[in-house]
Every structure is written in structure tokens, then in C-alpha cells.
């Protein structure tokens, strides 16, 4: 029988976070473990990082890792928030022979809506699901009838009368650099939210990342004609959907 209890990590733009994950009840067993990101985040810096992680725990085991890229059967496909040299790496193969544990990498904002979808605010929610993860950049997952559609990465596009792509104009990160209020960014963000919805007529929004945690100071300011929500899982999110993926794939067959 497998463990109910695995690895997940979450690679973001500031820091590389850990924890063991309970997936029976999708809680973390422990406390987090964070490392600041490395800088640059080249491929070998950030899975010697991952292996402090997993030598922290003293775990062996599968590993989820949530990783700010579109992933295509492991391999790095975009690099907006980490280092160029990704592009092309394959991150699952590299992760797991440093670590010597099989490690499974997941776009990072799928991995937050995975967790949502099951222990959090998309749990038994029927029709199209949107997450967005709200952080250094916009992160986007949805799902249909809780089926996933990988990669979505529509934080990289590019709003009318915009000359840049959305999560400089709209992200955590954008909201600091200019100074703005959680009101004043409230209603930059709703421009990106009334965007989407034309596009997937969502019936759910949620809302994830470190911005959750903030969304009554902003959430009066979004008007779309469907339910926009936080995250019930908020920042823990993506370490929990990181373990989650790590448990499908100890869940497929082998050869």
C-alpha cells in the first residue's frame, strides 16, 4: 500500500518551500521548510536547494515538486520567473538523480488547483473552474468537470491597450512595484478577470497564491458574473497539489 504521506515542493520566484503532506486529509504534517531561491535559478543551483529540502525531512520517497513553467512530460518549456538556462531541461530527471528519490514536476499553479479541487473551494464544483495563483507572477489552471487542462499559462497574456503581458501589469509583484493599494490593485485586477471570463465563461473563480490570504481587503472590487473566491488552502496549496501529483503518478502503471 502507498504511503498517505509524501513530499511536496513548491518552487516559486522567492523561495523554494517544503513540507510533508497528509493525503488523506490534505493538511501538511509538518511545519513549512523554506529556502530563498537561488540566484540565478540555474538548473543544478535549484536542485541542490531541493535536495537541502529532502535531506531536512530525512525523506525517501516520491516527490511532487510545483515548478513556475509550463511542463511537458517533465521537461521546462518556459522560463518567465526562473533562470533561460531551463528551457528544454528535462527538471523530473534532474531533480530525482540529486535527490535519488523519483520526483514528479507539475506546472505550479496546477498543482495549487489540484489541491483545491480536491480538499479546498473547487471541491464538488461541477462545470469550469478557474485558479489563478497571485504572486510574483499570475499562475492559471482549469479545470472541466475536474479534469485538468495542463499549462494554461494565461498570465502571459497580453490585455488590450497593454503592451506588456498580464502578470507585469496585474501580479503581487506588479501591485508593489507600483505602490498601489489592495483597493487600487483590486480594480487593475478585475480588468484581467473581465478579460478571462469572455474567453472560459468560468462557472467558479479562485483565487490562490499569497494574494488569498489578503482578498478581503480587494475582493469587493471584482465584477464578473460569476463567484470569484479565495483559496481555502491558500499558500499551503501548492505543496499539497505538489504531493498530490507525485501520488498519480506513483498511482500509474509501470511496464
Known amino acids: 500500500m502507498k504511503s498517505s504521506t509524501i513530499l511536496g515542493i513548491d518552487v516559486g ?5 517544503g513540507a510533508i503532506v497528509d493525503l488523506t486529509t490534505g493538511t501538511l504534517s509538518t511545519e513549512r521548510y523554506r529556502i530563498p531561491t537561488p540566484q540565478p535559478a540555474s538548473p543544478d543551483a535549484v536542485a541542490q536547494t531541493i535536495n537541502q529540502i529532502v535531506s531536512h525531512f530525512e525523506y525517501s520517497g516520491p516527490i511532487g515538486c510545483g515548478f513556475p513553467s509550463a511542463i511537458q512530460q517533465g521537461i521546462v518549456r518556459t522560463a518567465s520567473n526562473i533562470d533561460k538556462s531551463w528551457i528544454g531541461v528535462n527538471a523530473s530527471t534532474i531533480f530525482s538523480s540529486v535527490t535519488r528519490c523519483p520526483v514528479n ?3 505550479d499553479a496546477d498543482a495549487a488547483a489540484m489541491a483545491e479541487m480536491r480538499y479546498g473551494a473547487g471541491l464538488s464544483i461541477k462545470g469550469v473552474t478557474l485558479l489563478i495563483t497571485v504572486g510574483t507572477g499570475l499562475g492559471t489552471a482549469i479545470f472541466s468537470n475536474g479534469s485538468l487542462v495542463p499549462n494554461t499559462e494565461l498570465g502571459h497574456i497580453i490585455l488590450p491597450g497593454q503592451a506588456q503581458i498580464a502578470e507585469r501589469f496585474a501580479s503581487d509583484a506588479a501591485r508593489k512595484r507600483a505602490g498601489l493599494s489592495w483597493a487600487e490593485w483590486g480594480k487593475r ?4 478577470l473581465q478579460y478571462l471570463y469572455p474567453l472560459f465563461y468560468p462557472d467558479l473563480v479562485i483565487i490562490g497564491g499569497g494574494a488569498s490570504k489578503k482578498f478581503k481587503k480587494y475582493g469587493e472590487y471584482l465584477d464578473i458574473p460569476t463567484q470569484v473566491v479565495p483559496a481555502l488552502l491558500q499558500n499551503g496549496a501548492g505543496i499539497v497539489g505538489a504531493a498530490l ?11
Do not use: C, H, M, Q
Open 13 to 17: 520566484g522567492s523561495g523554494i518551500k
Open 245 to 255: 501529483a507525485a501520488e498519480v503518478r506513483e498511482k500509474l502503471p509501470t511496464d
Open 189 to 192: 485586477f478585475n480588468e484581467y
Open 105 to 107: 514536476v507539475i506546472n
